[in-house]
């Protein structure tokens, strides 16, 4: 199994301010990689596929980046509405996810 | 709009059985993998099983492998999960979601899942 690590936990920023979330896989999954926003109450969001492409609807202030083991997604000017959990997940040899990163407001 | 929306959730005992739905709209049905996912405040995400588009490829989890069927019926647009002999620790949200044209692809869009509660 491969085992996705994302870090911090918990990220506190202020809004308007550059977020960066960090994901690692135990072992390379070239860029198939993924990012999910999800708020309370509701399901994970498509945010980001194959590492860097944005999902249709997606704001241009989200961005990704990295292959092989070592992944980011990028805020890069931090809305009200982007305060929530992000998870990450390969999709490289079956799926597997992050245990997730909570960004929230400083 | 493409819209997934599962049903079926509840409370079992443990040892029980319950059948899970996803009914898809908004989209060709049979041309896209589609796949179950759980979430539970233990175990986080986790990726149950996938059905390919003609059904011909099917993969489980080890977790549940044995005790859960999925299974799809085309003409009707219609997800299933067979979740048989249930666990404490299958109690979670369950959520459908659509995979891709091909294999291991993102997952796009998500329902907004059902709770399933294994508690004697």
């Known amino acids: 199994e491969i085992v996705m690590t994302q870090s911090p936990a918990t990220l506190s920023v202020s809004p308007g301010e550059r977020a960066t979330l960090s994901c690692r896989a135990s072992?390379?999954?070239?860029?198939?990689l993924a990012w999910y926003q999800q708020k309370p109450g509701q399901a994970p969001r498509l945010l980001i596929y194959?590492?860097?492409t944005r999902a249709t609807g997606i704001p241009a202030r989200f961005s990704g980046g990295g292959s092989g083991t070592e992944f980011t997604l990028t805020i890069s000017s931090l809305q009200s509405e982007d305060f929530a959990v992000y998870f990450c997940?390969?999709?490289?040899?079956?799926?597997?996810f992050g245990q997730g990163t909570k960004l929230e407001i400083k | 709009q493409v819209q997934l929306v599962e049903s079926g959730g509840g409370l079992v005992k443990p040892g029980g059985s319950l059948r899970l739905s996803c009914a898809a709209s908004?989209?060709?049905?049979?041309?896209?993998?589609m796949t179950w996912i759980r979430q539970s405040p233990g175990k986080g995400l986790e990726w149950v099983s996938y059905i390919r588009f003609d059904s011909s490829t099917i993969y489980y989890a080890d977790s549940v492998k044995g005790r859960f069927i999925i299974s799809r019926d085309n003409a009707k647009n219609s997800l299933y999960l067979q979740m048989n002999s249930l666990r404490v620790e299958d109690t979670a949200v369950y959520y459908c979601a659509r995979g891709g044209r091909r294999a291991l692809e993102w997952f796009d869009p998500w329902g907004q899942g059902t709770l399933v509660t294994v508690s004697s």
């Open positions: 072992q390379s999954v070239s860029s198939k």
């Open positions: 997940q390969q999709y490289h040899y079956y799926y597997t």
């Open positions: 908004g989209f060709t049905f049979s041309d896209y993998y």
């Open positions: 194959d590492a860097s």
